[in-house]
Structure formats: C-alpha cells, structure tokens
C-alpha cells in the first residue's frame, strides 16, 4: 500500500538548487509553423530522437557542432535550444487532503467507498506502478530508453499519483481526487532524472489526448530559461488541459536572483506564469488560521522554510496571486 498520510504533496530538491546542465551534442529544434520536421532533419542528414507535432512543431536530437551553424541558418528554422538535464523533485508529505477541503468536497466523495472520480489526470514523471491495487493507471507510455510501458521503476511517479488520485476503498490511503484514471507519461528516467526533450515528448503526448485528459501534473524542473517548454505548454493549455507544477523546495525565488521571468536563472516550469504553481505550507493542524503548533519546517500556516517561492507576479500572470 501507499505509504504514510497522503496529502497534497509539494516537490522538494533534496540536495539544493539544481544547476543548469546542457547536454553535449543535443539540441531542441523549433521549426515555423508548417514545416515538416521529416524534411528539416533530413535535409540536414539528423536522426530525430523525439519529433512534437501536437503541442509544438520541431524535433530533438543530436547536432554534430559542424552541422548546427548551418540548420541555426536554415528559414524553416524558429529557434534552438539545448537539451537540458530535468529532476524529478522529492516529496513532502502535510495535511493537505484535509486541509484543502477535499474530506468535505462532495465532488471527491470521500467516504470509504470506492467511487471512482471522472476526470483523467497525467502525470509526467518517473512513471507508475501499473500493477499497484491503490490506483486506477489507465493509460502508460514511455518516452525514456530505459523502459517503453511507462512502468515505475524509482517510485517517484507512483508518489505522485498515490496524492492526486489513491482510491476511496478504506484501504492505504486516499488521494486529493480517488480514483482519478491516470495516466503514466513516463518522461524521467529510473534514476529520476531525464532530458528536457522528453519531457516535451510528454505534453505533446497530453495535448495530442487534450480531448480526455483534463489536467496534468509536472514534479519536475530544473534551472534556465526554456521557450520551447513554455510553448508547449501554453498550446496544451489553449487545448483545454490544465498543468499543475511543482515549485520546488530549494529555498529559491522561481524567478532567480533578478526576479524577472526569461532569464538564465529562473526555475522551470514553476516560473511561468501559465500554470498552476503550487508551495509548500508548514501546517500542522490542516485547519487554516494559524492556530497549530510550530513545525520543524516552520510556524503553523506559513510558507514552509524549505519551498521555492515568488515575490514578483510577471506581466500577464492568468492567476491573481500576489506571490510568496
């Protein structure tokens, strides 16, 4: 069974801020609208590693360095980015189930019978036990080379979905939405970590589905400004999917040292403005005002000392949030 009390979990970095890695030789393509990637990388003579038609238009792949100056140069070329280093992001576990209302709600109809939620949720991650009884997995892909049925190897994913969707059956524990279907988008390796091209791999993936899967869920990110993952993002979110994503627990301004989004510094996905960005509470009670003991992580109802926060709201932020 799933382990501990399930809550609203809020992603953690377990050994500080992560630093910015390029992968050598590896590069994202954005190509204009209209253009065919097949053609682009042939023409060039480049194998693609991942190809994205639905959310954004391009491919991934290596790029010989004597090769790139010229596709930089080709017309039917947007703009390219390196291929970046991603971590999955370690969990923290509160009294958020009780704390968000989900015991009272009537649309989760917490009351230990097993009455499965009607929405469809993706999580982007490590994968998920496919096998596990406390979850409804109803669809996996792989766009790793470490496994090709989305099954979960690290645990990670598994965690992530046990929180959004674990089953109302009086056994384990239950989730923020039981028995959501769920769907296992495996973008990160067994060790818990993978590149950036398959994380777009993986909401291209959602938003070629976006007629079933209503929300999906990225406990991930890494350090530097990507346009290409925005994008993809804003396009799936127009297709009518909703992305919650992890801040981060590195005691780090999403926007970087600068506070300003697009900049070197900045922590992705957290740092855009078109998703759902969620912190981490110290709260020991799970009953808002304040009135619980202290936590190790700090005062009862307060931003937990560990969690990425904000500051600053970017121009065109769709959430009202003040930040921090």
Known sequence: MLSGCFAFAFATLSAGSPKPSAIPGEYIIVLKDGVNAASVAQAHGLARRHTFAHALNGFAGHIPEARLNALKND??????????????????????VKRIGTLTAS???????????????????????????????????????NDTTGDDFHGHGTHVAGIVGALDN?????????????????????????????????????????????????????????????I???????????????????????YGAD???????DFFPACYPEVLTVSALADSDGQAGGTGPATNRGADDTLATFSNYSNNVVPDNPVDSPGA
């Open 259 to 265: 506070r300003t989004l697009a900049t070197s510094d």
């Open 75 to 96: 017309a039917r070329v947007a703009f390219i980015e390196p291929d970046l280093e991603v971590f999955a992001l370690a969990q923290t576990i509160s009294t958020g």
């Open 170 to 230: 009086r056994t384990g524990v239950v989730g923020v939405a039981p028995g959501v279907r769920l769907w296992a988008v495996k973008v990160l390796t067994d060790a818990g970590s993978g590149n950036l091209s398959s994380v777009l791999q993986g909401v291209d993936y959602v938003t070629a589905n976006a007629g079933e899967i209503e929300v999906a869920n990225l406990s991930l990110g890494g350090l530097g400004y990507v346009e290409s993952l925005r």
């Open 107 to 145: 649309a989760a109809k917490i009351d230990g019978s097993d009455e499965r939620v009607n929405v469809d949720v993706a999580i982007l991650d490590t994968g998920i036990d496919l096998t596990h009884p406390d979850l409804f997995v109803y669809r996996a892909v792989s766009f790793t080379t």
């Open 232 to 254: 993809a993002i804003r396009n799936s979110i127009a297709k009518g999917v909703v992305f919650v994503v992890a801040a981060g627990n590195s005691s780090y301004e999403v």
